[in-house]
């Protein structure tokens, strides 16, 4: 296992996610103890000393089966990440009462690390709302050393992570966001990357192969790969780009069952940075992956002018793309959630005006459309 350095701390380089874990019959919030445990007990033995929990995750019963397996081994072999669930607005007055059920539902009396969870559109006012207390409370219990190391993690676009930076960025110490090489470019996750060096704030990974999207890619891909790292598997490009950036500490992988476990931690023996070429065909490969499916709008705005709705088209467009691509997810609907529905696809009347005046030619009233129909 390789390990990266982070303030006094040598982190394994690979996390163990515990939101995908190995279940029974299908049903999320049963999750397999048996499995678990032996996944848990194999990536002990082979190096990894980062396991990362949720509120949420499994349904709730993540925290209870991590805190069980973790608490096999001594509380100093092991660095335990947990979440407060901002993702949900109902949680907002109730910091304390979650915090402390977390504790004891992980069966632990401090966090190494605990984050804001799902930083984005839907709740950025709610968690800078000081009526809430949640910054304040947390940094209280950071003091208390409840929590050893505070961050966030974000699904949200660079100018929510701007918003939330400018306030709490000084007491900020890391940063959880959506990072993969496809994502590069289209989550605009290279800016994102840029933002966190100027708050000087090292990166956590979530999705490293995107739900399993990049586990497997077209064969023509596949080739073109294969050509410059004949050894290499095709996840382990994922994690390879990753390890060329410098700013990433800790990259976080949620596993379901053992094989994907034992071989991603065979990926990680190792540290194999991509060259400068490699990294671009890569990149290129992403691209072409991403022109199939989405449209390509510029953000020009020329359609805004001209919508009798006052849509705001670019931005739509580029949740449409997200979700077409991705084939649903929740980000198109949780980011939608933070608008009024007026300004929602479905409020567009077909007019084509906004097609009139596109330079791309994008039949914008069509996709606003099978917007509306995808999301149900």
């Known amino acids: 296992m390789i390990y990266r350095t982070y303030q006094d701390l040598s982190l394994s380089a690979l996390g163990f996610g515990a939101m995908r874990l190995p279940v029974v019959n ?3 919030g049963k999750i397999d103890e048996k499995a678990a445990m032996e996944m848990v007990d194999y990536a002990m033995a082979h190096g990894i000393n980062y396991y990362d929990t949720a509120w949420g995750y499994h349904n709730g019963t993540s925290e209870l ?4 397996a973790l608490s096999r081994y001594p509380r100093d072999k092991f ?30 009396e401090y966090f190494d690390f605990y984050l804001f969870h799902n930083v984005c559109e839907l709740n950025i006012d709610a968690y800078l709302d000081p009526r809430y207390g949640i910054f304040d409370y947390l940094v209280q219990q950071k003091k208390a050393g409840r929590i050893r190391h505070l961050g966030f993690s974000a699904h949200g676009s660079y100018d929510v992570m701007k918003r939330f930076l400018d306030a709490y960025g000084k007491e900020m110490e890391f940063c959880q966001i959506q990072l993969n090489y496809l994502d590069w470019d289209f989550q605009d996750a290279k800016n994102k990357v840029a ?40 996840p382990a490009w994922a994690f390879r780009f990753l390890q060329s950036l410098p700013q990433v500490k800790m990259i976080l992988s949620g596993m379901s069952n053992l094989d994907q476990l034992k071989a991603n931690i065979a990926t990680f023996e190792e540290d194999k940075p991509l060259t400068d070429p490699e990294k671009d065909e890569l990149l290129g490969i992403a691209g072409e992956m991403t022109k199939k499916k989405i449209l390509p709008c510029t953000a020009c705005h020329y359609c805004v002018s001209h919508c009798p709705q006052e849509l705001d088209i670019p931005a739509l467009l580029a949740l449409y793309n997200e979700h ?3 084939e649903g997810g929740f980000i198109a609907p949780m980011a ?8 929602w696809p479905s409020a567009c009347v077909g007019c084509g005006s906004c097609e009139a005046v596109c330079p791309q030619q994008i039949k914008i009233p069509e996709a606003m459309a099978d917007f509306t129909r995808r999301l149900g």
């Open 324 to 326: 077409s691509f991705t």
């Open 26 to 28: 299908g049903e999320d």
């Open 65 to 68: 089966v991590m805190g069980k």
């Open 195 to 234: 933002l966190l060096e100027e708050y000087h704030l090292p990166v956590w990974v979530m999705e490293p192969l995107r739900g399993g999207r990049l586990a497997s890619l077209e064969a023509s891909y596949e080739a073109r790969l294969k050509a410059l790292r004949p050894e290499e598997t095709i």
């Open 336 to 343: 939608l959630r933070a608008i009024p529905k007026e300004k």
């Open 79 to 108: 660095f335990l990440a947990d979440k407060f669930p901002g993702y949900d607005l109902g949680n907002m007055d109730k910091v304390e009462e979650i915090f402390e059920k977390q504790l004891e539902k992980c069966g632990v």
